[in-house]
């Protein structure tokens, strides 16, 4: 079975600085996808950024990017430029290709940006 | 990508009662997937909702307490029956496709029950 473990409940960051959020995952699995979720107080899910196990460059959405380790098993979400709407929690998630299964979440880390 | 409608988005329900949330999709889809998220918590799978066949349950659900309908391959309810406060939780609606694509969340439906 597939786990996700996010190690920092909570971060803060100055607006306007960069941050960047923990991710690791445990999977026998080669082919898989990587995602991370946006998660504000209306409680929407927003896909934020993914990433295909097979691909080598790691994603990038604007301010959101990723640094993709596969062989640490390692997924970071690297955020540019804070904004004071970029405060919510995120979702590491795993997907994988091998049947029709759905998303497995980690615990979710809460940020805080700071004016 | 895909437009969800989950409804409602919030009620007040007294123990003991039945509420259905309804998931619209406005396009064909193979898979939903019903997740609940208690307070302060990460997402759980309940269960999975193929159209045609029944709905298969994860571990520590099952199917008389969370009924599910899949009509058809735009539309899943989700039943939560006789509540009590612990099933006091955010209820989320997902699609996915066979083989990959980006899955996607309907709003959510807050569920306070007293």
């Known amino acids: 079975a597939q786990t996700v473990t996010q190690s920092q409940p909570e971060m803060s960051v100055q607006e306007a600085e960069t941050v960047t959020l923990s991710c690791t995952y445990d999977t026998s699995e080669n082919n898989y996808y990587l995602f991370w979720y946006k998660q504000p107080p209306s409680r929407q899910m927003i896909l934020v950024i993914r990433?295909?196990?097979?691909?080598?460059q790691n994603a990038t959405e604007n301010r959101f990017s990723v640094n993709f380790q596969k062989a640490a098993k390692s997924f970071s979400l690297k955020i540019s430029d804070s904004q004071l709407g970029d405060t919510a929690m995120y979702f590491c998630a795993f997907l994988t290709l091998s049947g029709n299964t759905p998303l497995v979440f980690g615990k979710g880390t809460r940020l805080s940006v700071i004016a | 990508s895909a437009v969800i409608s989950q409804k409602p988005s919030r009620d007040i329900c007294q123990r003991g009662t039945s509420l259905t949330i309804q998931c619209q999709v406005d396009s064909q889809v193979t898979m939903m997937f019903w997740y609940r998220q208690q307070p302060g918590q990460s997402l759980t799978l309940i269960a999975t909702a193929n159209q045609g066949s029944e709905a298969t349950y994860e571990s520590g659900f099952v199917i008389d307490k969370f009924p599910i309908s899949r009509p058809n391959l735009t539309f899943s309810t989700l039943t939560v029956s006789n509540m009590s406060p612990e099933d006091s939780s955010i209820y989320l609606c997902?699609?996915?496709?066979?083989?990959?694509?980006?899955?996607?969340f309907g709003n959510g439906t807050r569920l306070t029950v007293t």
């Open positions: 990433q295909e196990a097979y691909k080598q």
């Open positions: 997902s699609v996915g496709e066979t083989g990959y694509s980006p899955l996607h």
